[in-house]
């Protein structure tokens, strides 16, 4: 349905002329907060956008956002959909596209994520140098459109090493500490069983959570830039003795959201 991208697009455009954003971002449960600080923002709600459908999930606003972001051209995504929700790749495929034609170069996208790792704790950020698909799904099954990306393409450098590289001088500069993983992403909408968790280790993961890779895989078939950090909200399944919560999730991810937005803005600032 790249159709719907363009048609986005087009309406996109319409509310904010002459504006091209460089930067897409994605925020996560509870990581809304960035998109406040937008600089001559324009705010448009999903509902009113060819092609987006409103997220269900509390803690994800909804809306979309144009605006600068430290000087540079941004447009940000408060939300997004999870396959969970039942919806389809073609949503995938038009929110990432759409960002791709409105001129986006760099995707930053943000999660809360589990942590499989006891000593990074809620309330840490975790980039994302890789990750492990395990949703047993894919946002590109179906025809491809070339005008996106070809049929098949290599995922060695999902992540940019560049801007990993900035992300970790920044974050070293700004005081923050940055752990460094493999996300892997689960269906949910359940959080995992303790026996999943130790074969998700056995897998190499080290932080789990239920998005980010659909729209990881777009955005490398046409061509963006990707970085991502998950905003750590708590310890995997069976690894402390608190039963997990959505609450939970979008309580911590608040007081991870706070370091989280130093860092983008301290990203952001070398990118300018
Ligand atoms: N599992 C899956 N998704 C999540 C988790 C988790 O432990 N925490 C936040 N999102």
Redesign the pocket.
Known sequence: MTEAAFSAKTFIQQQKPNFTPKLGLILG?GLSDVANSLEDATTIPYADIPGFIQTTISGHAGVLSLGYLNGVPTVCLQGRIHYYEGFKNEIVKTYIRTLKLLGIEILFLT????SLHQDVPAGSLMMITDHINFQGHNPLIGLNDEAFGPRFFGMEEAYDLELRELLVSVAKDLEIHLAQGVYIS?L?PM??TPAEIRAFRLLGADA???STVPEVIVARHCGLRVAAISAI??L??GMNTDA?THED?LHNGQKAAKILQKLIFGFVRELS
Request: glycine share 16%.
């Open positions: 449960s999660n809360a994520a589990g689960a949910g959080f995992e789990v959570g239920m909200t708590n995997a399944a997990l999730t």
